[in-house]
C-alpha cells in the first residue's frame, strides 16, 4: 500500500498544471477507497514543482489589471484567480502530507475534500479563460503566494493560522464585490463560477479555524491568543478591513479573532 505522504509528495512535483489537477483528484479517489495508508513520514519538497507559464512576477511588478468591466479586465482577473486557485492545491497537499500525521483521519478526510476543492476551481476558471480566448500561463501571476507555506514549514499551528484564517478569509471578504462587477456588466457565467468557489471557501475557512482549536487545545493553548500571537509573528502583512463578518462568523472566525488586531 502506498502511503499519504508519498501521494502528497507526488501531487508536489508534478508541474504540468492540468496533470497536477488530475493527480490532486487522484489522491482524493485513493484516499476515499482506502488505498493509502496513513502515514506522512515522506519528506514535502520546499517548493512545488510548477510550469515555465505563467511568469512570476514580484507584486510591485503585476500589471493593473483595471476594473474587470473589460473582456480584457475580466481575463486578467479570471487569471489571477486561476493562480491562486493552482497555488491553493499545492497548498492544501502539503498540509496533509507535512502535519498529517499529527492529527486524525478526519484531519486528513476535510484537507483532501479541500484539495479536490481547488482542483476543480482551478478547472472551472481555467475552462472560462478559455472561453474567452485565453487559458492559464497567458498572462504573469503573483510570485509571493507560496511564501505563506515557506514561513509555516515548521509548525501546523502557524500553517492553518495564516494559510486557511487569514488568507481564504481574505478571499470571502472580496469575493462578494467581485461577484457583483462580473453580474454588473452583464457576466453571468463567471459570477456563478465565483459564487460556487465562494460557498466552497466559507468550509474551507471552517476547516482551518477547528482544527487549529483542536491542535490548540491538544497543545494546551488559548485559541484567540495564540492565532494573534502567530499572526503577529507569521504573517508578512496586515489584517485590513473591510470585513465579511458574515461569512467570517459561518466560517468560524469571529470577531474577537481578527477585530482587534486590524489595521
Known amino acids: 500500500m502506498s502511503t499519504l505522504g508519498d501521494a502528497a509528495r507526488a501531487v508536489l512535483l508534478t508541474p504540468d498544471p492540468h496533470e497536477k489537477r488530475r493527480a490532486a483528484r487522484g489522491l482524493a479517489?485513493?484516499?476515499?477507497?482506502?488505498?493509502?495508508?496513513?502515514r506522512c513520514d515522506t519528506p514535502m519538497p520546499d517548493r512545488p514543482a510548477w510550469p515555465a507559464a505563467p511568469e512570476l512576477l514580484p507584486p510591485n511588478a503585476m500589471p493593473r489589471r483595471g476594473k474587470g468591466g473589460s473582456a480584457r479586465g475580466r481575463i486578467a482577473l479570471l487569471h489571477a484567480l486561476a493562480h491562486?486557485?493552482?497555488?491553493?492545491?499545492?497548498?492544501?497537499?502539503?498540509?496533509?502530507?507535512?502535519?498529517?500525521?499529527?492529527?486524525?483521519?478526519?484531519?486528513?478526510?476535510?484537507?483532501?475534500?479541500?484539495?479536490?476543492?481547488?482542483?476543480?476551481?482551478?478547472?472551472?476558471?481555467?475552462?472560462r479563460l478559455r472561453q474567452f480566448g485565453s487559458f492559464y500561463g497567458d498572462l504573469p501571476a503573483h510570485a509571493g503566494l507560496w511564501e505563506s507555506?515557506?514561513?509555516?514549514?515548521?509548525?501546523?499551528l502557524a500553517r492553518l493560522a495564516?494559510?486557511?484564517?487569514?488568507?481564504?478569509?481574505?478571499?470571502?471578504?472580496?469575493?462578494?464585490?467581485?461577484v457583483a462587477r462580473f453580474r454588473?456588466?452583464?457576466d453571468e457565467t463567471s459570477a456563478k463560477i465565483l459564487s460556487r468557489i465562494y460557498n466552497d471557501e466559507i468550509r474551507h475557512v471552517r476547516a482551518g479555524t477547528d482544527?487549529?482549536?483542536?491542535?490548540c487545545d491538544e497543545r494546551g493553548f488559548n485559541v484567540v491568543e495564540t492565532w494573534h500571537a502567530l499572526v503577529k509573528s507569521r504573517f508578512r502583512g496586515a489584517?485590513?478591513?473591510?470585513?465579511?463578518?458574515?461569512?467570517r462568523h459561518d466560517a468560524g472566525l469571529t470577531q474577537e479573532f481578527y477585530a482587534v488586531i486590524a489595521s
Open 149 to 156: 507555506a515557506e514561513v509555516t514549514a515548521d509548525d501546523a
Open 29 to 38: 479517489r485513493a484516499w476515499r477507497r482506502g488505498d493509502l495508508e496513513h
Open 162 to 178: 495564516i494559510v486557511p484564517m487569514v488568507l481564504e478569509a481574505r478571499g470571502l471578504d472580496v469575493t462578494p464585490s467581485t
Open 239 to 247: 489584517l485590513k478591513p473591510p470585513f465579511n463578518d458574515s461569512a
Open 211 to 215: 482544527w487549529f482549536g483542536w491542535k
Open 84 to 127: 491562486i486557485e493552482f497555488v491553493a492545491i499545492d497548498l492544501a497537499v502539503d498540509l496533509i502530507g507535512r502535519f498529517g500525521a499529527e492529527f486524525p483521519r478526519a484531519f486528513v478526510d476535510d484537507w483532501i475534500a479541500v484539495a479536490a476543492d481547488e482542483a476543480m476551481h482551478f478547472a472551472l476558471l481555467d475552462r
Open 184 to 186: 454588473a456588466v452583464g
